[in-house]
């Protein structure tokens, strides 16, 4: 979620205005959030606190007699989900303040279906969203159902966890609202809609694994000019004004390719951290901002399709650097930087190094949150009913109602020479930097908005480092509040990775 750039720096008060704008438009604190009770066991079920954490890579997915992996599979597919005109458009604001009315760039999702040799295996699919909810309750399918549904339809070709699954939202400020945070007073997401993309989605999965075929994988590493982002300023209509929490920022961009046997490129991703909000904010045409002239741009150097996953990118927008590409919230300069990105990105190609293991390890566990009084979901769920998302009432211990958050995920995954960390919303990038320290493998993936959409997740620690107070008056709110943080860290801490302890259950199997 981002501020209006032009109604920088919402208040309270300017945040109520908007909320009852919506309304009539197109038509519990203190408490210990419930962080590690409740865990995933090897079959995705929710199993009982017994710090067990579930393994993707269970029995079922081994072919009788095989043991060690030694080779890898690769299938791609996309299909475009561009939702038709009068849908709404999240990002900017509260409530339907832009439905559709065109298409600048074709919203995709996109799907590399990786395994190995002993049926193994990690999906990653990217979408042009700006946010997937786990779970809508009874409202609709959100992304749970969606990877439930893909593993029912690889059942008999292959067993997967729908965990082994991973759904990255790009967060581009021009798509589709499929976390139903800027819906009409009451509602969520368009049901139909809804139940269309984990049809396409399910079936585009399927579609990559049957078009697999053995490959070449190879991984790298470069960065980005740290000056092409730069965290939120107290005054972001000013660009010298200071920025929060010192600036720190995580500029790595991490890459995979996977090629053909005679070394012809089948895809390359990227991931890297900075918001998709360079187009004009108030634009009512689909776009996937920056990432669209990334993957013209990388089509063009490679022939072959590219996908970008997004960094730990809280409170990071654009920098001094990407503002000598062009004016802001023009779609021209979205492009360039893609295009500038393409660069980076092929510069850094000149890294990759040849995969050297095959195994492919899942880590993953659900936990609940409550939402503080400070999140603005607290005044949306009392006075506007929404989102639709899976929210419980509890009573606290004064006997108040408080709401909670159900079902989140955060996830670890080991994937050949590479370790990928999940977070269910807008990690932060001190929280990028801390969980790449705790990799051991060569490689390291840090995806923010991989499986939901839970708003920020701030820490004790980027509080501390913030002298502008601009996380507490903006991002602090925009989320859980400050369980979200401490909640999400606790929930990855259980799941016994750090500093490469998942090497001890590999060699007891």
């Known amino acids: 979620m981002k501020y209006n750039k032009k109604n920088s720096h919402l208040m309270f008060l300017s945040i109520l205005l908007l909320l009852l704008l919506a309304c ?11 962080g590690d009770s409740e865990v995933a066991d090897g079959d995705g079920e929710v199993a ?24 890898f599979f690769m299938g791609y597919s ?19 303040m832009r439905r559709k009315e065109g298409v600048h760039d074709p919203l995709m999702a996109q799907v590399a279906f990786f395994m190995n040799d002993i049926k193994q295996a990690y999906v990653i699919v990217s979408i042009d969203n700006v946010g997937y909810a786990y779970e809508f309750d009874d409202w609709g399918p959100g992304v749970k159902i969606l990877r439930e549904t893909a593993a029912e339809k690889l059942a008999g070709k292959i067993a997967i966890d729908p965990q082994a699954i991973t759904i990255a939202s790009s967060h581009s400020h021009y798509s589709t609202d499929l976390t139903g945070f800027w819906q009409e007073t009451g509602t969520g ?10 049809e396409m989605i399910s079936e585009a999965i399927v579609e990559a694994y049957e078009s697999a ?8 590493e470069t960065a980005m000019d740290p000056d092409y982002a730069m965290r939120d300023r107290l005054d972001p209509k000013d660009l010298d004004s200071e920025p929060c929490c010192g600036n720190e920022m995580d500029p790595t961009v991490s890459l995979i390719q996977a090629q053909d046997l005679e070394g012809n490129p089948l895809v390359t991703i990227a991931n890297y951290a900075n918001h998709p909000t360079t187009c004009p904010w108030e634009s009512k045409l689909t776009s996937a901002d920056y990432i669209y002239g990334f993957r013209e741009e990388m089509m063009k150097k490679t022939g072959a399709p590219a ?16 503002i000598e590409l062009g004016p802001l919230d023009n779609f021209d300069t979205a492009y360039a930087f893609g295009a500038v990105f393409a660069d980076n ?38 006075n506007f009913d929404m989102p639709k998302r899976s929210i419980t009432e509890v009573t606290g211990e004064d006997g108040e109602t408080l709401y909670q958050l159900d079902g989140i995920e955060v996830s670890w995954h080991k994937f050949g020479d590479a370790e990928f960390a999940l977070y269910p919303g807008e990690g932060t990038p001190p929280t990028s930097l801390f969980y790449r320290s705790k990799m051991v493998s060569p490689y390291k993936f840090l995806i923010s908005l991989a499986n939901d959409s839970a708003g920020y997740f701030i820490e004790q620690y980027d509080l501390d480092n913030d002298p502008t107070g601009r996380l507490v008056d903006y991002e602090l709110t925009m989320g859980i509040g400050y369980n979200g943080g401490p909640d999400a860290r606790a929930a990855m801490d259980s799941l016994n990775w750090y500093d490469g302890a998942w090497q001890e259950e590999e060699a007891a199997e």
């Open 48 to 71: 009982d606190g017994d710090g067990e954490v579930a393994d993707g890579d269970t029995d079922v997915d081994v072919e009788q007699g095989s043991e060690v992996a030694s080779k």
């Open 345 to 382: 990105v092929e510069a850094g190609l000149a890294t990759l190094t040849e995969n050297t293991s095959y195994e492919i390890m899942h880590k993953w566990t659900n936990f609940n949150s409550i939402v503080g009084p400070e999140s603005q979901l607290v005044f949306m769920l009392e």
């Open 189 to 198: 997401p368009d049901k139909e809609m809804l139940a269309e993309h984990v």
């Open 24 to 34: 009539v438009s197109c038509g519990g604190g203190d408490e210990a959030a419930d």
């Open 213 to 220: 075929q053995e490959i070449k994988l190879y991984f790298g």
């Open 307 to 322: 996908m970008f996953l997004q960094g730990f990118e809280a409170a990071v927008h654009a920098g001094p650097k990407m």
């Open 78 to 96: 996309e299909v475009e989900v561009t939702p038709d005109d009068g849908i709404c458009l999240g990002g900017y604001g509260f409530g339907p």
